[in-house]
């Protein structure tokens, strides 16, 4: 960006954070458990230092919330309250093991649409130590799909599922933050990690999305990496990435190994982005081994204050703050987390940690580079999602069976035995793999049987998919079929094509 229209662009963030400061924004605190209520008092200590226009309106959610009944963890008058003032700067939840209580975290993300979890990672070598000092990556995670829709079953005695769902929405709507944010913040490069080689549906709608939104962003570089070599990468070469777009369990677990690359899990903030409300948390828990104790690190929830604090246009108090804390580290006045005798000067709680920030708020760094967040744009804007209209066709039907025994051509055989005029069995798998017409002895079966039927008209044109059309009445007549011959039916799942093009898997040596 030329020298001229970066200055233009710095003095319309300034203004627009004059006329911000003209009005006080109130945001929804919550103080959470374990160490959360002493790294949210040092929090809100330096940022009523610092001079931020907020007011904070208190909920109560997590532990207190669980044990009084309240399964989900958050009551009705948190949610209003949060749906009130549209932002909320959370502590760390505890949730109660073995209880059967569900996330409070996860019901949040999910119920707010709270799509964009972003989790800025930076090593502050000399004085933070690290094997890595070049590290800064920011790792944008998808935050309310994938594996963690939460959706599982016992369908039979041997197996449990697990399902994974990936939206067209979902997707289109993480990429394109995770481009616009480089834009905004001038990062270089969006690396996307996925598992398509395995998952070619799911994952390679990901992968799909992300190289049709890409085009878009033709200045910043781009490429996609497998996850596991990618994390691997990650671990060993952390230098090597600047922006990483990825889905939710994938994203939830390198965000813990980068965070940990850099020093400590204490130090690392979190914005969790929706269309309306955002709410910000350290990535740590509530580490209950520490509370009380006064020895917790409260930088992890400053520096989701700092996002929040931009979020709102307070960019410049966020800046501030920023680079009081960055000076701070520098000078080697360190939490119990990342003190060290070579890297330190002063070992100190968290209470005294907060009062060396706020004595440095109007500094910055001397070595480390200073924040320049004012400089970047707060607030990014993504598109409605807009659904396309396809042509759905009906190709047939994955039947599940729970058939507690191991004779893949017994099942067969008796499944192709049954009456059925319209459609016939083109094949079984177990845990995937093809057992029926033509399996190996060797592979080993469980009780829970994947028979898919198809038509039984050849289809002479070759059209892919090479299978005729089939109708509901047809299904359901073969479902009666099936269920009449003995069978348990546990599930079923119909086969389409969408726009010609085959909407399901193949089984694995069909
Ligand atoms: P944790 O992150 O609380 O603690 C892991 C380790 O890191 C502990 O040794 C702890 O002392 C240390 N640690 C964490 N934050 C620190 C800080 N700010 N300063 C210094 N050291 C710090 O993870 P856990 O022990 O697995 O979980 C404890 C509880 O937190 C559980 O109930 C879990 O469900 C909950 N949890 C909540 C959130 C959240 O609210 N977003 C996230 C993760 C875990």
Known sequence: MDCQKKKAMIVAKKKSTEDNLQKTTTVAVAHGDGIGPEIMDATLRIMKAAGANVEFEPISVGEAQY??????GIGKHAWETIGKHKVLLK???TTPQGKGYKSLNVTMRKTLGL????????????YVKTHFPNMDVVIIRENEEDLYAGIEHQQTA???????????PGCEKIVRYAFEYAKAYGRKKVTCMVKDNIMKLTDGLFHRVFEEIGAEY??????????????ARLATRPKDYDVIVTSNLYGDIISDIAAELAGS??????????????????????????????????????????????HIGEAEVADKIKNAW?????????????????????????????????ERLGERPISIPSSFLSEGSGTITIPTFKRKKVNKTLLGVDVFIDWPHDNANEIGSMLDAVEKPEMKLKMITNRGVKVYPNGHDETFCTDHWRCRFVSNKTITSSEN?????????QLLQLLDAIHAAGFDIIKTENLYAFDGIRGFSLGQGE
Do not use: W
């Open 67 to 72: 044990l009084s009944g309240e399964s989900s």
């Open 91 to 93: 502590g760390p939840i």
């Open 326 to 358: 960055l000076r701070t580290i520098e000078d080697g006045i360190h939490t119990p987390d990342i003190y060290s005798e070579e890297h330190s000067s002063e070992r100190v709680g968290t209470k005294e940690f907060a009062n060396a920030i706020i």
């Open 218 to 231: 033709p200045d910043i570089k781009q490429d996609t990496q497998i996850i596991d070599i990618a994390s």
């Open 158 to 168: 041997d197996v449990v599922q697990c399902l994974k769902l990936i939206t067209r």
């Open 265 to 310: 899990v204490g130090m690392a903030g979190s914005a969790n982005i929706g269309t309306n409300v955002a709410m910000f948390e350290a990535i740590h828990g509530s580490a209950p081994d520490i509370s009380g104790k006064n020895l917790a690190n409260p930088s992890g929830l400053l520096n989701a204050g700092v996002m929040m604090l931009v």
């Open 465 to 473: 998919p090479k299978y005729a059309q089939v109708n509901m009445p």
């Open 115 to 126: 799509y964009a979890n972003v989790r800025p990672v930076q090593a502050l070598h000399p």
